[in-house]
């Protein structure tokens, strides 16, 4: 990730976007970027909530070398706005309090559960996954996941897409201090981060 925030470029600011129909509906076409002074790669896919990888990409990268007044095409999200949303409000009541780098992690952790095969494979069946009548995060089982989600949430799930495939694999986070199960105790521990520990 280092290296991503030592890419410095200068320029302006200019977005553009243009639609398409497909069958019958009408899409969003690719974003147009062109970068601020002090933009890099990584700043550019956390702002725009896409993978780092899939913005080298789709800009035929090869290297991450920037140039001043180049723009940059934003492709499109890997995760809806909807699915955004739903992440940001339980980063929002799971991580308050904690630190931005808690949120992101609490973010990862949805992620990375949506690429392993041992979980659903959408954002939202991963959040309101149930076992025995009882769901995987407190938020939802106590409505708290309805409530709004602050802007620190929101950027967080941006820079967890823009992250993504990058990160330690956690699966799981619990506070140590209050978990009841002795079967987490038992998952290798990737990272502690404020009251959180998390673990794969």
Same mark, same amino acid.
């Given at each position: 990730?280092?290296?991503?925030?030592?890419?410095?470029?200068?320029?302006?600011?200019?977005?553009?976007?243009? =639609?398409?129909?497909?069958?019958?509906? +009408?899409?969003?076409?690719?974003?147009?970027?062109?970068? /601020?002074?002090?933009? *890099?790669?990584?700043?550019?896919?956390?702002?725009?909530?896409?993978?780092?990888?899939?913005?080298?990409?789709?800009?035929?990268? =090869?290297?991450? *070398?920037?140039?001043?007044?180049?723009?940059?095409?934003?492709?499109?999200?890997?995760?809806?706005?909807?699915?955004?949303?739903?992440?940001?409000?339980?980063?929002?009541?799971?991580?308050?309090?904690?630190?931005?780098?808690?949120?992101?992690?609490?973010?990862?952790?949805?992620?990375?559960?949506?690429?392993?095969?041992?979980?659903?494979?959408?954002?939202?069946?991963?959040?309101? /996954?149930?076992?025995?009548?009882?769901?995987?995060?407190?938020?939802?089982?106590?409505?708290?996941?309805?409530?709004?989600?602050?802007?620190?949430?929101?950027?967080?799930?941006?820079?967890?897409?823009?992250?993504?495939?990058?990160?330690?694999?956690?699966?799981?986070?619990?506070?140590?201090?209050?978990?009841?199960?002795?079967?987490?105790? +038992?998952?290798?521990? *990737?990272?502690?981060?404020?009251?959180?520990?998390? =673990?794969?």
């Amino acid at each position: 990730m280092n290296k991503f925030k030592k890419l410095m470029i200068a320029a302006g600011l200019i977005l553009s976007m243009s =639609a398409f129909t497909l069958n019958g509906k +009408t899409e969003a076409a690719s974003i147009t970027h062109k970068v /601020q002074s002090g933009e *890099t790669y990584w700043k550019v896919a956390a702002k725009y909530g896409v993978p780092i990888h899939n913005l080298m990409a789709a800009n035929h990268a =090869a290297s991450t *070398t920037l140039y001043t007044g180049q723009n940059l095409v934003i492709p499109n999200s890997t995760i809806s706005a909807a699915d955004k949303d739903l992440m940001a409000r339980l980063v929002h009541a799971e991580a308050k309090g904690e630190s931005y780098a808690g949120k992101v992690a609490v973010a990862a952790v949805i992620l990375n559960r949506v690429k392993n095969p041992q979980f659903p494979p959408t954002v939202r069946k991963v959040i309101y /996954q149930a076992h025995s009548g009882h769901y995987a995060f407190t938020p939802v089982q106590n409505g708290a996941i309805n409530q709004a989600a602050d802007e620190d949430s929101k950027k967080a799930v941006n820079e967890a897409i823009a992250y993504s495939g990058e990160g330690k694999g956690s699966l799981y986070f619990y506070n140590p201090r209050i978990a009841k199960s002795g079967w987490i105790n +038992t998952r290798q521990v *990737t990272v502690t981060i404020g009251h959180h520990r998390f =673990a794969k």
